[in-house]
């Protein structure tokens, strides 16, 4: 064999060989006690919870910047002053309830707790209205509970349901099977037809009583919170639609000035006659429903690494820095999984890169180390970056996401050396047999795909921050160890954490992005999987 091929073979593997070195000697750096020390800053009650743009949250991003700095990875998001910084800033837009109640003779109720609200209002001031009994509120060509009262200009209180008599039959379908009038969305049926009568409020009284009027109240309340969800734009919204007010019927009773056993004898009446009421028991009802506007300031950390010979080029190594604050009992959510974890993780990654380049092992490919913001709202960090790139997507060759990789779940109870893998495949080969020969030679952790199979329920693939770079047509993974019973809850704490166990999976991290971005050719975007 030519001596001239013989020297270049030899120096290729010796190449090899030195860079495989290279990797195992850098990610020594990444250890189980600096990502403890880490996390006990990040995931402390002293950030309360890091919620989006909250002051704690604001800590962390000093926090994760400081050690950028220390790095020596460049700032490289605009101040706007003409000056770098590593905060990548963005608004978030919100509208909220703010103060909502109802008074019946002087007494104040309070919002999801006393009653709740279906659809959406805004009554800013306080208003005052008389209220009519309008039986069920339906309208039939059989049964018309509008037939004898007067409406226009007022506000209708009526009952949830329809009328059912005593053999159970139900008196607009002649059988046990209920009508449009019944079920979890009658109530705007009911409104509309109120509405359209020239009601101007509606009132429903439930059914429910005891714990399970509470649990009612209480999954109401949850769902309200989707008319309170930030966005990336400002709010438009229509309010005055319709709407419905849910009382009690004690409430109600108290409304029409009568007792609550009257108040049934009624409805039993209307039951058991199938007639609706000649006239309706009216009474007055003051209430206030104040929707407010507020502006979230935030901000995702940006630190950058240049590359050598093939800088242009770019990964994102990325996990969220936030999580979801204190609860509405006063209860700190310190998220040290989530993504206390993470976030770590990448600090930890930075720093080897940055030991690395030091020695003169620089990376070929640059590197954006990025900690978003508004991942647990609706991933508007990792959607803002998206839609506003620090560096150009075109030129980014994926993005390694971590999001939750301190814990484990159920399923790998007995056995921690695992990690979930999650569209390493989705858009390119490469990076799948990457990933793999990765874990092959350092790690041998079990890559558990599970959550990888698009017929999964759980869908993890379209739930964190990598997605939005996925729909940019740009590789990604997302490293995940599954929820436990401490997801989005007081208890996900950093003594639960098991470092020990996240160590191999921060190293897998990093010697996947060390392959990308110094092997010679870009991985190719040749699969298009769902």
């Known amino acids: 064999m030519n001596k001239n091929i013989l020297a ?10 030195y860079a495989q070195d290279d990797a195992t000697k850098y990610a020594a750096s990444i250890t189980p006690e600096d990502l403890k020390k880490h996390l006990v800053i990040i995931a402390s009650d002293s950030l309360e919870g890091r919620d989006t743009g909250s002051p704690g949250q604001k800590k962390a991003a000093e926090y994760v910047s400081k050690y950028f700095k220390s790095y020596g990875l460049q700032p490289i998001a605009d101040n706007g002053d003409g000056t770098k910084s590593y905060l990548q800033k963005y608004k978030l837009y919100k509208r909220s309830f703010g103060d909502v109640y109802v008074k019946i003779d002087g007494k104040k109720y309070e919002f999801n707790k006393d ?5 959406l209002l805004n009554v800013p001031d306080e208003i005052e209205t008389q209220v009519v009994l309008a039986g069920y509120g339906i309208e039939e060509s059989s049964y018309n509970d509008y037939a004898n009262v007067d409406v226009k200009d ?3 209180l009526i009952f949830e349901g329809e009328p059912k008599s005593a053999d159970g039959k139900f008196l607009l379908s002649g059988t046990s099977e209920k009508t449009k009038w019944s079920g979890p969305v009658s109530w705007q049926q009911k409104a509309r037809l109120a509405l359209a009568k020239g009601a101007k409020y509606v009132f429903i009284i439930t059914e429910k009583s005891g714990e399970d009027l509470d ?11 989707r008319f309170s969800a930030p966005t990336l734009k400002p709010v438009q919204e229509s309010p005055n639609g319709i709407a419905s007010f849910v009382l009690t019927p004690d409430m109600a009773a108290s409304l029409l000035k009568t007792s609550p056993q009257k108040l049934s004898k009624i409805k039993a009446d209307l039951d058991k006659t199938g007639k609706p009421l000649t006239k309706g028991s009216t009474g007055y009802i003051a209430f206030r429903v104040e929707r407010v506007s507020e502006i979230i300031d935030t901000e995702n950390v940006a630190g950058f690494m240049e590359g050598l ?5 770019v990964l994102v190594i990325s996990a969220h820095l936030d999580h979801i604050g204190i609860s509405a009992n006063g209860e700190i959510n ?3 999984d989530d993504d206390g974890s993470g976030t770590v993780s990448i600090i930890e990654i930075a720093e080897a890169f940055s030991k690395a380049k030091a020695e ?4 070929r490919r640059s590197i954006l180390f990025l900690n978003v913001t508004g991942e647990e709202k609706g991933l508007f960090g990792s959607e803002y970056y998206s839609e506003n790139p620090l560096l150009p997507l075109a030129n980014t060759i994926a993005d390694l996401n971590i999001d939750m990789i301190g814990r484990v779940d159920e399923a790998h109870k007995n056995d921690h050396k695992y990690v979930y893998v999650i569209g390493a495949d989705k858009l390119s080969s490469e990076l799948h047999a990457i990933s793999e020969e990765a874990n092959k030679k350092y790690v041998n952790y079990k890559l558990d795909y599970t959550f990888n199979d698009p017929k999964d329920p759980n869908r993890f693939y379209y739930r964190s921050d990598h997605y939005n770079f996925a729909k940019k047509n740009i590789p990604v993974i997302f490293y995940f160890t599954g929820v436990h019973e401490d997801y989005h809850r007081p208890g996900d704490d950093v003594e639960k ?3 020990e166990k996240q160590a191999p999976i921060v190293k897998l991290v990093f010697y996947t992005a060390w392959e990308l971005v110094n092997r010679e050719g870009r991985i190719k975007v040749d699969s298009h999987k769902e």
């Open 8 to 17: 270049g073979m030899f120096l290729t593997l010796t190449t090899l060989s």
């Open 115 to 119: 009653f709740y609200l279906n659809g």
């Open 154 to 156: 007022k506000s209708v």
């Open 215 to 225: 649990k009612e109240i209480r999954q109401r309340a949850v769902m309200s919170r």
């Open 309 to 313: 010979d093939k800088k242009d080029e």
């Open 334 to 336: 310190n998220g040290a």
């Open 360 to 363: 003169g092992k620089g990376p």
């Open 497 to 499: 954490i098991l470092f």
